[in-house]
């Protein structure tokens, strides 16, 4: 049971172009979400996030977007770099709890 | 130090051996988690530790798995018996706890043979 989905294993955008990536959870019950940025070999890097009480966050070209009534949220960047291919996690945690449900990932290439 | 550090980075182990897997986490931080990242897949929890207490060791796939963090700062993640489905990268995070960002080590993959 797959309660942190992300439905997009890959995803292709030019340089300066937005990046949008999505992800979707089961569990009304989460209310905190985080962003990852892994590159190969080394372990994820924290992006950005954002609690259940609103429903955008912003952090330079980094924005996530929460939608509770769809259980939806998404990673904006703009304007995407060939830097920022990666493979992106999305993670969910409920209250009173400390670990994260991770997402399977979605790999971002940016195309110079 | 100024992120988590996790050694070794790589581990080849025989099936049947036993390995110890180190992590050190962000100096002050009082929770630490271990995950298991399999090829293809997001990180899964194995167990959580806030200072030298296991709180949750829920996600520990069997009992040849064993965490502790003696002195609520280091941790090592032992595997007893390593089996080929123990493959996969192991990932340490500390944080300051709560409903906080956790920072990731680079990881141990660990291949069983």
């Known amino acids: 049971d797959q309660q942190v989905k992300q439905n997009s294993p890959s995803l292709s955008v030019q340089e300066g172009r937005i990046s949008i990536l999505n992800c979707d959870y089961t569990n009304s019950m989460f209310d905190y979400f985080l962003w990852y940025k892994k590159y190969p070999a080394e372990g994820p890097t924290f992006l950005i996030s954002i609690s259940s009480i609103k429903d955008k966050n912003e952090d330079g070209r980094f924005t996530v977007f929460l939608n509770k009534s769809a259980k939806h949220l998404s990673l904006h960047i703009v304007p995407s770099q060939p830097g920022d291919s990666a493979v992106y996690f999305c993670a969910a945690s409920g209250p009173g709890t400390y670990k994260y449900i991770f997402g399977t990932g979605t790999r971002l290439k940016v195309l110079a | 130090g100024a992120g988590v550090s996790q050694s070794p980075r790589y581990k080849v182990a025989k099936r049947g051996q036993d390995v110890a897997l180190r992590c050190d986490p962000i100096s002050g931080h009082v929770s630490l988690f271990w995950y298991q990242q399999a090829l293809g897949q997001g990180p899964e929890f194995l167990t959580y530790?806030?200072?030298?207490?296991?709180?949750?060791k829920s996600g520990l796939p069997s009992d040849r798995f064993f965490a502790e963090r003696p002195e609520g700062s280091v941790s090592t993640l032992k595997i007893q018996r390593t089996q080929q489905e123990d493959s996969a990268v192991y990932l340490c995070a500390s944080s300051t706890g709560g409903n906080t960002e956790a920072f990731f080590g680079q990881g141990t993959r660990l291949t069983v043979v």
């Open positions: 530790f806030q200072n030298e207490a296991q709180l949750d």
